[in-house]
C-alpha cells in the first residue's frame, strides 16, 4: 500500500466524521431555529443533510486500520451523537406516531393552540426515525474506533491477520501463529 493511499483513506475517513460531527451539531441545536408551521423546509433541508451524513458515515471505515489518529474524533462525534438523539427522542412518539407538527415540539416560544390543528406532513412523520438511525450508525462507527486496532494490510504479506490470528494458506508458512 503507498504512501499516497494510506493518505488518502485518513482523509477519506476524517472527512466523513467531520461531516458526521456537523450533523450532529446541527441537530443538537435545532431547538433554538426559527420553525414555520406552515412549511416544511427546515425538515426536508435537515433531511438532506442526514443523507450526506449517512455518505460520510460510509468513507468512515476507510481509516480503521490507522485509528489511533482519529480515536479522538471518534469520541467526540459519539458523545455529540448521543446528546442531540436524547433531544430528538421525543419526536418519534409525537410526529411518527401520533402526527403532531414538529414545530410544536422544538419551538420553545410557539403557542401550543397556535398549531393546534396542523398535521405533521409526510416529511415530519419519517424525519425523526431517519435522523435517529443516521446518529445510530454514528454511535457504532465511533464504537468501532475504540475496539483492539486492526493491523493494517500489506499486499505483500503472504500471511495476513484476521481476527488478531495470523493465518498462512501457504505450503511455505503452514504454521498460524
Known amino acids: 500500500m ?5 493518505v488518502l483513506r485518513i482523509g477519506a475517513s476524517l472527512g466523513g466524521w467531520l461531516i458526521f460531527v456537523a450533523h450532529a451539531l446541527m441537530l443538537s441545536v435545532l431547538h433554538r431555529a426559527d420553525c414555520d408551521p406552515f412549511s416544511d423546509t427546515l425538515w426536508r433541508g435537515t433531511l438532506f443533510f ?4 449517512a455518505l460520510g458515515l460510509s468513507l468512515v471505515p476507510q481509516g480503521l486500520p490507522w485509528r489511533d489518529s482519529l480515536r479522538w474524533l471518534a469520541l467526540a462525534a459519539g458523545a455529540l451523537a448521543v446528546y442531540a438523539s436524547v433531544q430528538l427522542l421525543p419526536a418519534i412518539p409525537a410526529s411518527a406516531a401520533g402526527g403532531a407538527p414538529l414545530c ?15 398535521r405533521a ?3 415530519e412523520r419519517v424525519w425523526s426515525p431517519i435522523q435517529l438511525a443516521v446518529l445510530a450508525a454514528g454511535v457504532w ?3 468501532r474506533y475504540w475496539r483492539a486496532p486492526a493491523q493494517p494490510v500489506s499486499d505483500d504479506d ?4 484476521v ?3 495470523r493465518v498462512c ?9
Do not use: K, M, N, Y
Not at 2 to 6: D, K, Q
Not at 50 to 53: K, T
Not at 169 to 177: F, G, I, K
Open 158 to 161: 503472504p500471511c495476513p491477520r
Open 104 to 118: 410544536q415540539l422544538f419551538a420553545t416560544d410557539a403557542s401550543p393552540v397556535a398549531g393546534a390543528p396542523l
Open 2 to 6: 503507498s504512501i499516497a493511499e494510506i
Open 141 to 143: 462507527q465511533a464504537a
Open 50 to 53: 442526514a443523507l450526506l451524513s
Open 163 to 165: 481476527a488478531e490470528i
Open 121 to 123: 406532513s409526510a416529511v
Open 169 to 177: 494458506a501457504t505450503a511455505a508458512h503452514p504454521e498460524v501463529s
